[in-house]
């Protein structure tokens, strides 16, 4: 069983829709979340980071964490084309440096 | 913000020649930088953890012998892949985080595609 498994799609929504990615885990130390926007061929880029439960907002992104059922999740509201990408979940422990990976959500936004 | 940069882009090579791929800090100072290897529609697998000054902690699988990292300075860390097969095809990702920040605020570099024919 992967540390991290994530859905890798693809996900098809309109513009416009609420997009909803997860993650589960199978660590319980871990302790920080994350997620990363991929574009093709590109590294990744951070858009939000959590530690511990709870939830944190920053613009259109929602990141969700619910450490009791190890399940995290991003929310992306008026998605827009430009939001297309793959988007990874990744996590660490307490105490480390170490970033594990989920395989990445393929998302594409139509018009 | 901190920008990592990666050299190069992409990169075709000989069955049985070595690349090397430079990854860079410009802004800022990282004493620590990793190494990823990315195949197709796949995760982000972690090679080995470059420390400045000191020798790289290589992951469990992978070869020391056959990547070959420097990190020379405070803002430079090298990945020689040598003696390079077709299997070594992939996407090479560096990170750093800024300085003593946690790995939660790692930059990326924008990847190194390495394919060997």
């Known amino acids: 069983q992967k540390e991290v498994e994530q859905d890798p799609g693809p996900l098809s929504v309109p513009e416009g829709a609420i997009v909803s990615l997860n993650c589960t885990y199978s660590n319980s130390a871990f302790q920080y979340f994350m997620w990363y926007r991929q574009y093709s061929r590109k590294g990744p880029e951070l858009l939000m980071y959590t530690y511990s439960s709870g939830n944190k907002e920053d613009g259109r992104f929602t990141a969700q964490v619910d450490k009791s059922s190890k399940y995290i999740s991003l929310f992306i509201r008026d998605s827009q084309p430009s939001d297309s990408a793959t988007y990874l979940c990744a996590m660490m422990a307490g105490g480390g440096n170490k970033l594990t990976f989920g395989t990445g959500t393929q998302l594409k936004v139509e018009l | 913000g901190a920008v990592v940069s990666q050299h190069p882009s992409w990169v075709i090579c000989k069955s049985g020649t070595s690349v090397k791929i430079e990854c860079r800090s410009l802004?800022?100072?990282?004493?620590?930088m990793f190494w990823y290897r990315q195949f197709p529609k796949q995760s982000l697998m972690l090679m080995a953890t470059s420390n400045e000054g000191s020798k790289a902690t290589y992951e469990q699988g992978v070869e020391k012998d056959k990547f070959l990292i420097n990190h020379a300075s405070l803002t430079l860390s090298t990945l020689t892949v040598t003696s390079a097969h077709p299997e070594d095809s992939s996407f090479y990702i560096c990170?750093?985080?800024?300085?003593?920040?946690?790995?939660?605020?790692?930059?990326f570099g924008q990847g190194t595609r390495l394919t060997v024919v």
């Open positions: 990170s750093a985080p800024d300085g003593d920040r946690l790995n939660t605020e790692a930059f």
């Open positions: 802004d800022f100072q990282a004493t620590t």
